[in-house]
């Protein structure tokens, strides 16, 4: 396993290799480009339904089938925001979505192997670029390319996540040369790295610890988060939403996830290293199912490193205890880092008052109930120390 062999760097880990401003899309999106770079603009008249329905359908079926990926990852930015205002950007959502965005965003989707909606992937791993192109991808040097409202709360609460993604790329690297130093028995290697690890770990807590220092819960809950739910378990939306314009939808609504930081293939990726397993309960199904809508490279990465991965059997058969310590150091910090976000999801949803439609405080952004099981898979991690 090499992380290149998955797009992937020390650098940048998930996050895109490129950079979304330097992606120049062709002429036939110029008005969907538009569009997308005033949506706050659209979306405060009240009519983004009326702005949007205006737009043309570009018929990118082919050039979504040929392009390059960039390109492809850029318009698929610009149309999952598109269509998710189009959605949510009103008081009533609607029932359908015009075949003018429902065709593009289906071709887009079919060629990146993802749901026609607003995936994690769109939102932030490929939504970013560095200020100063000389400098590093850190909290004050990057930029959101795509906003809905704009503002700075919804812009640093994507930010604190590109942060995050690129620290985690020494997690990631570390995790493919632990493989190999396993497979070895290289008990001092596999140390090292774990050491590395739980250094990385230790800023990526700092980072997620800024999160309050310019996104407010209320501001987040009210104008940051209604934008990126689904149409799955979401009572507003019924059964779906129908994709106008689709032959092979047949008309029937459609119910995908919304957007969530659980579709982030961080913690997923450490559980595939370290062996950590969780019991059967609603989150659990639903993160499985959540497995399907993150970019298909970052799928088989995951999958990989769980089927290559002999690191917790060589740790406990190692008789080492300071190896032992290190893997137990990096166990606990994901344990952390999820009561962490189990805080987060408290402050910033659970307690906030609902009163927008299809914004259920009790209710995460991909359609689950999830504050118990959030406390339940942090507690399960925890108590597979080795």
């Not at 590093?136 to 040097?141: G, M, Q």
């Amino acid at each position: 396993m090499q992380l290149s062999d998955y797009g992937m760097s020390r650098e940048r880990g998930f996050l895109s290799p490129y950079e979304i401003d330097a992606v120049a899309l062709p002429a036939q999106f110029d008005e969907v480009k538009q569009a997308a770079g005033n949506l706050s603009g659209l979306l405060t008249t009240g009519r983004i339904r009326h702005w949007l329905g205006q737009l043309a359908d570009p018929g990118i079926e082919e050039w979504a089938r040929e392009a390059a990926e960039q390109e492809v990852r850029t318009a698929m930015v610009h149309y999952s925001f598109l269509v998710q205002a189009y959605v949510w950007g009103e008081p009533e959502p609607p029932a359908f979505l015009p075949a003018n965005l429902s065709r593009p965003i289906v071709a887009i989707a079919d060629r990146l192997g993802q749901a026609p909606l607003l995936p994690y992937s769109a939102y932030v791993l490929d939504n970013w670029y560095r200020l100063d192109k000389a400098g590093p991808i850190d909290l004050s040097n990057i930029a959101m390319f795509q906003n809905f409202l704009g503002g700075a709360d919804e812009n640093w609460f994507v930010l604190v996540h590109v942060a995050i993604e690129a620290e985690a790329g020494v997690l990631l690297d570390n995790a493919v040369k632990l493989v190999a130093a396993s497979s070895q028995r290289d008990a001092a290697e596999a140390e090292r790295l774990l050491v590395e690890m739980d250094q990385a770990w230790e800023r990526i807590y700092g980072h997620f610890g800024r999160m309050p220092e310019r996104c407010d819960p209320y501001i987040y809950f009210h104008r940051v988060r209604p934008y990126i739910h689904g149409w799955a378990n979401n009572p507003a939306l019924g059964e779906g939403l129908v994709y106008e314009g689709v032959d092979r939808f047949e008309g029937r609504p459609q119910a995908y996830r919304g957007q969530t930081g659980s579709q982030s293939s961080i913690v997923p990726a450490m559980d595939a290293l370290f062996g950590v397993g969780h019991s059967d309960d609603p989150l659990k199904r639903f993160l499985d199912e959540l497995h399907h809508y993150r970019p298909v490279p970052h799928r088989r990465f995951i999958e990989d490193l769980g089927a290559h991965s002999t690191l917790r059997a060589f740790v406990t058969g190692s008789g080492s205890s300071s190896l032992k310590a290190a893997f137990n150091a990096c166990l606990e910090q994901v344990a952390r880092f999820r009561t962490r976000h189990l805080e987060y999801a408290a402050s910033y949803i659970n307690k906030q008052a609902g009163s927008i439609k299809g914004n259920d405080p009790d209710v995460g952004t991909g359609g689950t109930p999830f504050m118990k099981y959030l406390k339940k898979h942090r507690d399960e991690n925890r108590a597979q120390i080795v």
